[in-house]
């Protein structure tokens, strides 16, 4: 198959998986009560959630690359990201924890209080740094055009030990409170 058909075929998949992404989304969070009742389901259904969406970070990296090479002229401006991976995917990475912080700070106080929010960010440190270099590793493999199947499995081990840990700190929490 021609390259600028994979990607326009792999860019209708990626806007296909975001609307399935939105709906896996809301049953998540309108659920997590309820599944955080058995722990081996709740660290499964953690699990499932993070590899989602770190797949969907995989498949809109790979589109974007797909996007860069075949579509974009061959200018320093068009490659900035291609040709600084690791720079790119640190701030990603930033971006996505800190909305993750602050979506999580929502599902607990119902909205984003400033005064809590320190304790948030102090709380989900640990799980913070361990699912950020996941996504860190995720979105640079796909950058360099460097991911495979052994990086992609040490990539969702890391999703499972966090969703171990996550699991973790919210009995650690209802034990406290």
Do not use: C
Request: proline share 3%; glycine share 6%.
């Amino acid at each position: 198959m021609d390259q600028k058909k994979r990607t326009v075929i792999l860019g209708l998949v990626f806007l296909a998986l975001l609307a399935f992404a939105y709906v896996e989304n809301m049953s998540f969070f309108g659920s997590v009560g309820n599944v955080f009742l058995n722990p081996p389901l709740a660290v499964l259904f953690v699990f499932v959630h993070n590899v989602l969406v770190v797949s969907l970070i995989l498949i809109g990296m790979t589109f974007y690359v797909g996007l860069v090479l075949n579509f974009f002229p061959q200018r320093k401006i068009e490659y900035v990201v291609l040709h600084n991976p690791r720079v790119f995917a640190f701030v990603f990475t930033l971006m996505i924890i800190f909305i993750s912080i602050l979506r999580a700070s929502m599902l607990v106080y119902g909205q984003v209080f400033l005064n809590t929010l320190v304790f948030v960010i102090l709380l989900s440190t640990p799980n913070a740094v361990i699912e950020g270099y996941g996504i860190f590793k995720t979105i640079e493999k796909t950058l360099e055009r460097k991911m495979t199947l052994k990086a992609l499995a040490a990539i969702y081990l890391i999703f499972f030990v966090a969703a171990v840990i996550e699991v973790g700190y919210v009995y650690l929490l209802r034990a406290v409170v």
